[in-house]
């Protein structure tokens, strides 16, 4: 049985920052910088959704793109889009909004509602030059 | 012994579209919305072939890249540049041209023409958002 | 009064061929080589619509970014995604839909829907390394 | 005397929203849609800085591209990145964070600090699909 | 006559310093910094060649993007593809290759073989952070 | 334990040849064409360095991106940028300065200084078009 990769691309833009409640500001300062300051900054985000499996033969698909991203953008996208992930979101009140954490929450609100005979992953672009991917290769 | 892997990009502009004919227009239209539209619609493909295999010591080349791209270029480019992959090509027949299904045709374009001791993947862009690799990683 | 512009981009799929129904084949084929073939080929076209004019101190802005974007899905994307640019719209049935030709039409579709105190010009790419812009600056 | 232009682009990643204190929330709502949820939401920016002028015949710059990075750095990235534009800085205090309006703020804070004699012209992306330029062109 | 602007995207790599042999070492490396290292470095150039007319009613034209393709491809691509621009090139040899005096001399190189009635700009990337454009707008 | 990918992305600016010192001039030209050119061609690099691990609960980090760019930049990015990789840096004095090889010399370069239980893979992009990965997947 042959198996292929398709990949969806979609994006949000949010607002977050990075610090550890359990530690002071000084070392919130040290260890996070510019990304702990208090008033939050933001990114424009990329997700690309990666999902293997085997072409049905009637359609030539995968997994219907349209489908994959109706659920990307009402899992995702209306989650996270034009919010603070800190503040407006359940996810990160106790973890940190960084790359490798978004990634694997948003793993996980697909794993789910997708057929498990199918592969997921999951890359998250914070910026063109940081980004992040669950779960490795 | 280190392997390596080395990737090139090629583009082609085609027309397709995707329909299967032992369904009626209605059950075409409900799979496939506007990608079943009759009279086709098109797409700029890029193509990105990896190749894996130990660096040659007098070149430092897994595989002439030039070669690589000259290959790409007689055994794919020039056979679906400016064409409609249903109508002009043989392998959209009885097959849907998905991502899916071109990127495996292309692999098998190049696969018995690539020494069999390098690896070989390929994943075909069909937009910046929709695309798709094979074989799956 | 300080004059801005702002920039939207939008894009859509397309399938078209470049001929001139009054020559014959080989003519065709001599000025327009690949772009007549005659079962069409196609592109994933971008449009960037670029509107000038003072911001509103309500609302800092010179236009509303959604209304812009609501206009150019409706109008252009609308009348031409998924479609054969030959034969799906009613502009290019005697004039061919050339990057230069689409762009001006795209520039007829929105100037008479956008407030005319607002400067309009809009830019066409066809794919990354061809493209138009419509009026010329 | 030939005058050429030259470009530098920079980023800097921030958090606004945009809303009018004139207004109710329903107004602010209605007229910004998510741009006005309270908690802010966040881009990369990028900014593009245009400057126009005749080589020196014993540099072959128009101007130190050093020199206008450094310039940019000074004076707008280390004002803006990572910060939110609303709260922590002097500019939207009283005007939405538009980016009609950073684009005009951005373009005085380097006017002044650029030779009189060189022409001036600034492109902000707040998204690779939403962007702005001052001045006009 | 309605008058469109058409843009063909090229690429060279090529390898360059900049110095003035007028300069001793210490003035030249307080100048050019990294640029003039005397074993040179290099680029990924990318020239945007815009021109602009009015649509020949036949073809769609402005110009003939294939030919305007062979004439970059002629006079600029295998000028300066591959080459040091210093010592391979007759252009600078008493001139800085900097990206504005490298855009004025494939400007020059253009202008003369391009009709006389259409107009022409060029712009030169050097990386997608430096580029430059001549003539200015 | 969740493993998670984390990417940086960094760039500098090199020339280099391809050459084999065993062999004559017509053999360098035949095997790598313009590639030997004598006087050198350069090319904008692009380095993505993926680290694997478990991110600290702590952080929410696989490893600090600040840090994994500062050891980029000092061993990698301060060794080649604007130099001439074969004469101004050690590796490719007996060795062509392809991609494989960059590739892999850059991999060796950080692989020491990078925790052990992290995983570490590196990609070099010589053109948009070329590029190579250490090690294979």
């Keep these: 049985m042959k198996r292929v990769a398709v990949f969806r691309k979609e994006h949000f833009n949010a607002a ?9 500001d000084r070392k919130n300062a040290e260890v996070f910088g510019k990304c702990s300051y208090p008033n ?6 990329e997700v ?4 293997t499996g ?9 997994m219907d793109m ?17 919010k603070n992930l800190n503040l407006d ?6 973890m940190n909004p960084t ?8 793993y996980d ?4 509602r997708i057929d498990p005979a199918l592969g997921l992953r999951v890359r998250l672009y914070e910026t063109e030059r940081n980004f992040a991917e669950y779960p490795e290769e």
Tied chains: 1, 2, 3, 4, 5, 6.
Aim: charged letters at 20%; glycine letters at 4%.
């Design 99 to 106: 790359a490798e954490n978004i990634v694997m929450v948003i």
């Design 66 to 82: 349209k489908l994959l991203s109706d659920l990307i953008r009402v899992h995702v996208i209306e989650e996270f889009d034009h």
């Design 48 to 51: 690309v959704v990666k999902v």
């Design 54 to 62: 085997t072409p049905d033969p009637q359609t030539g698909f995968v």
């Design 89 to 94: 979101t359940p996810f990160f009140r106790e």
């Design 109 to 112: 609100l697909l794993r789910s």
């Design 16 to 24: 977050h920052r990075l610090f550890n409640p359990a530690w002071d």
């Design 40 to 45: 939050y900054h933001g990114h424009n985000y």
